[in-house]
């Protein structure tokens, strides 16, 4: 399945996934019976593929679930609003960002403030209300000049606002699950950690 992680190549024929759609190796080609898949298999996937697309690691990925599981509500619902409310996710929502993982790197390298503090760590929970902005001194980057130029060509979902003159947006709501586009069973992962 697409899962989109390289940003722009994805939209491409340079994607690779659109090269080569069979498994990888040297039998991948080979066409043989199609063994039906188990409950477990399909658990495995979903998670995994939640996992990638927000690029976690499996510890902080349970972490999360355990902190969803204490929360009253839909388990699934409040995974997927945790693993949205990350500052990495957050930035790649804005579309200060190509892909999460160039999100998580612009962070980590310290180039945004959330309500005028410095924060480097992609996995910070943001909250209501709070206030996301590239820092002064980054503003001056080549990288955020021309971002300011291609602003708006993603659509910006429903929870967050931005303002493009000031490269700053804000957290309106908490994010909801018809929100998050992404093509995730929910369930699925739930069913995995509840073995």
Not at 37 to 52: C, G, P, T, V
Not at 128 to 157: H, W
Request: charged content about 30%; overall charge positive; aromatic content about 10%.
């Amino acid at each position: 399945m697409k899962l989109f992680l390289k940003g722009e190549r994805c939209f491409s024929p340079k994607c690779s996934f659109e090269k080569r759609n069979y498994s990888p190796g040297m039998h991948g080609k080979k066409v043989t019976f199609k063994r039906k898949e188990s409950d477990f298999a399909l658990q495995l996937r979903e998670k995994q593929k939640a996992r990638r697309i927000y690029g976690v690691q499996e510890r902080q990925f349970r972490r999360y679930f355990r902190t969803a599981l204490r929360v009253k509500g839909m388990t699934g619902a409040t995974l997927l609003q945790i693993l949205e409310r990350r500052l990495d996710n957050v930035v790649f929502r804005m579309g200060l960002a190509e892909s999460r993982a160039q999100a998580r790197q612009l962070v980590r390298h310290g180039h945004f403030s959330v309500n005028g503090h410095n924060h480097d760590v992609p996995s910070y929970l943001v909250e209501v209300g709070d206030v996301i902005e590239v820092r002064a001194a980054s503003r001056s980057n080549g990288y955020f000049k021309a971002v300011a130029d291609r602003l708006g060509e993603r659509s910006m979902p429903n929870w967050l606002e931005f303002d493009a003159s000031r490269l700053a947006g804000r957290m309106l709501s908490m994010p909801d699950r018809q929100s998050v586009d992404l093509p995730m069973s929910e369930q699925l992962i739930v069913e995995y950690y509840s073995r």
